[in-house]
């Protein structure tokens, strides 16, 4: 293991139990085992260790999801409702830090982690799109927003919630029905 994989590795434990807020590089530094030398190789300070983990967790989204085409919007919209469920199931307390510290991220690392997932989240706006040509963009990009926004809480649930056998596929029908509530009731 080298010392950016610790030290990532280490800020997201130590970011799961205090937020960006109480973040100390000394507790990174601790919880990794390294001097403060081994972070200043590899990164400026914390604002930088911070996108930098944001970094990995969009490139590993992205991996998950691939670039695969569907012929059937439905199946597409199914496809990503279970990977994005499968990724935050087992990357709960990342899920959460994702959701927490967005906002603590420093320029110029909160703009490039929105521009990296600028595609994903269109992929889901498409992809609603496809399903339900007749809803405005509006609606498809506040329904991505709310089904993500659900799919990526898992981090901050109580862990007796966590413990349900099969969750993420509990988490990807859930999705895939609130993506399904733009047809209506009249639909």
Request: with cysteine; net charge negative.
């Amino acid at each position: 293991v080298d010392e950016i994989e610790l030290l990532l590795t280490a800020e997201e434990a130590v970011l799961a139990r205090s937020g960006y807020a109480g973040l100390r590089v000394d507790d990174v530094l601790d919880e990794a085992g390294l001097s403060p030398g081994a972070l200043y190789r590899h990164f400026s300070g914390k604002d930088e260790l911070l996108g930098t983990l944001f970094d990995e967790a969009v490139s590993a989204l992205l991996v998950r999801v691939g670039d695969r085409e569907f012929d059937d919007p439905w199946e597409e919209l199914a496809f990503l409702a279970k990977a994005h469920a499968e990724f935050v199931y087992e990357h709960q307390e990342l899920a959460s830090i994702l959701i927490r510290d967005d906002r603590s991220l420093a320029e110029p690392f909160q703009r490039r982690h929105h521009r990296r997932m600028r595609p994903y989240i269109e992929r889901w706006i498409n992809v609603l799109g496809r399903c339900f040509p007749d809803r405005s963009e509006e609606e498809r990009t506040s329904a991505t927003f709310a089904i993500l926004q659900m799919l990526n809480s898992i981090g901050t649930w109580p862990r007796g919630a966590r413990r349900t056998e099969g969750l993420p596929d509990l988490l990807a029908d859930m999705a895939y029905g609130a993506a399904a509530a733009l047809g209506g009731s009249d639909r």
